[in-house]
T-cell receptor, first 108, second 112 residues
Framework: GIQVEQSPPDLILQEGANSTLRCNFSDSVNNLQWFHQNPWGQLINLFYIPSGTKQNGRLSATTVATERYSLLYISSSQTTDSGVYFCAVVQGAQKLVFGQGTRLTINP | DTEVTQTPKHLVMGMTNKKSLKCEQHMGHRAMYWYKQKAKKPPELMFVYSYEKLSINESVPSRFSPECPNSSLLNLHLHALQPEDSALYLC???????????FGPGTRLTVL
């Protein structure tokens, strides 16, 4: 099956810093999503980005499908950005396969 | 509205109990999913329903029994669970395949 690898596994930053999270995948995909899981367990959709670049406020994402990676950029980090960030790709028609996640801690 | 609701939020059950988890969405989505998430791990797919029919069962033990009574509801019936089944159970839905999946807040299950 498809392999999804995220880096770094853990990231600790001061408030106001910028960060880049990476997701590599082992096969071509037509569906890639980025999620933020907050400390209460809720998975929040950030981007549906099988290719190209999208921006939403302080967050942006880029997927280079031909090179099998995606990047999530967080600018001017806030403590509320803390949590685990997952990328996930679709295997077959329906199965969403998640990476192991990047645990982000933003200190005040 | 992109809301998926799940009840209960927390559940504690003994190994001989029978309980059910419920998931509901009113976005007109035709695919619904159950995931299991252990601590410090990513969610893992358990079941997929498409147009109210079970389309994927990821070799889940029979002590977990899914049910899709209609296009808005998804249940997960639990019976004779083991302590290692303690986890966060997440429900999701999507309009079609393959498109964005929207997740509910989860049920945190503890099996004693």
């Amino acid at each position: 099956g498809i392999q999804v690898e995220q880096s770094p596994p853990d990231l600790i930053l001061q408030e106001g810093a910028n960060s880049t999270l990476r997701c590599n995948f082992s096969d071509s995909v037509n569906n890639l999503q980025w999620f933020h899981q907050n400390p209460w367990g809720q998975l929040i959709n950030l981007f549906y980005i099988p290719s190209g670049t999208k921006q939403n406020g302080r967050l942006s994402a880029t997927t280079v499908a031909t090179e099998r990676y995606s990047l999530l950029y967080i600018s001017s980090s806030q403590t509320t950005d803390s949590g685990v960030y997952f990328c996930a790709v679709v295997q077959g028609a329906q199965k969403l396969v998640f990476g192991q996640g990047t645990r982000l801690t933003i200190n005040p | 509205d992109t809301e998926v609701t799940q009840t209960p939020k927390h559940l504690v059950m003994g190994m001989t109990n029978k309980k059910s988890l419920k998931c509901e969405q009113h976005m007109g989505h035709r695919a619904m999913y159950w995931y299991k998430q252990k601590a410090k791990k990513p969610p893992e797919l358990m079941f997929v329903y498409s147009y109210e029919k079970l389309s994927i069962n990821e070799s889940v033990p029979s002590r977990f029994s899914p049910e899709c009574p209609n296009s808005s509801l998804l249940n997960l019936h639990l019976h004779a669970l083991q302590p290692e089944d303690s986890a966060l159970y997440l429900c999701a839905s999507s309009q079609g395949l393959p498109v964005t999946q929207y997740f509910g807040p989860g049920t945190r299950l503890t099996v004693l």
